[in-house]
């Protein structure tokens, strides 16, 4: 027989260990949607500023991405308790795993750029924009890993929190 709760209650400092750690995973959370959304303005930016609009196949890309980084960043901070009730955590714990992979796909594919050639189009040096655009994606990659290390969420914990039904 198993107990899924202990039977005696937390003691102050196994609260106030949970308390950090829940008001890190929140300051990660809030932190990686809004390095995650930067990463989409930087990207729409140079799509409509430096033209890269005219650019085919990249121009489609950057202004994918920005609607990839709004979806994301909406998706990690919405009310999802309220709409997916015990199924939140997962669901958020999938927006933070697609961020993180956002914002990787996109510092590929500027090294990939920078170093040869991607569909055609090769960047030359790190302007401005470029430079505070991997400053995001890195950002958003740290950030959001320290929300999923801090919610302890893994697919491990993903597959044992699943009903019964749904295995």
């Not at 932190?31 to 959304?37: D, H, K, R, T």
């Not at 189009?121 to 890195?138: C, D, K, M, N, S």
Request: proline share 5%; charged share 10%.
């Amino acid at each position: 027989m198993t107990i899924d709760h202990p039977t005696t209650p937390p003691t102050p400092t196994q609260r106030s260990r949970t308390q950090r750690r829940s008001t890190i995973a929140r300051a990660a959370l809030y932190l990686g949607a809004l390095a995650v959304l930067a990463t989409g303005i930087a990207h729409l930016q140079q799509f409509y500023a430096d033209d890269y609009s005219s650019i085919p196949t990249i121009g489609t890309l950057f202004y994918l991405n920005f609607l990839c980084a709004i979806l994301i960043s909406a998706g990690l901070v919405a009310p999802l308790g309220r709409i997916a009730g015990r199924y939140a955590p997962a669901i958020r714990a999938a927006f933070a795993a697609a961020g993180i992979a956002l914002a990787a796909l996109s510092l590929l594919a500027l090294f990939i750029s920078e170093s040869t050639s991607l569909f055609g189009f090769q960047e030359h040096g790190y302007r401005t924009p470029i430079a505070l655009a991997i400053a995001f994606e890195v950002a958003a990659i740290i950030f959001l890993t320290t929300f999923l290390a801090a919610t302890g969420t893994s697919t491990k914990n993903l597959r044992t929190r699943a009903p019964r039904a749904a295995r």
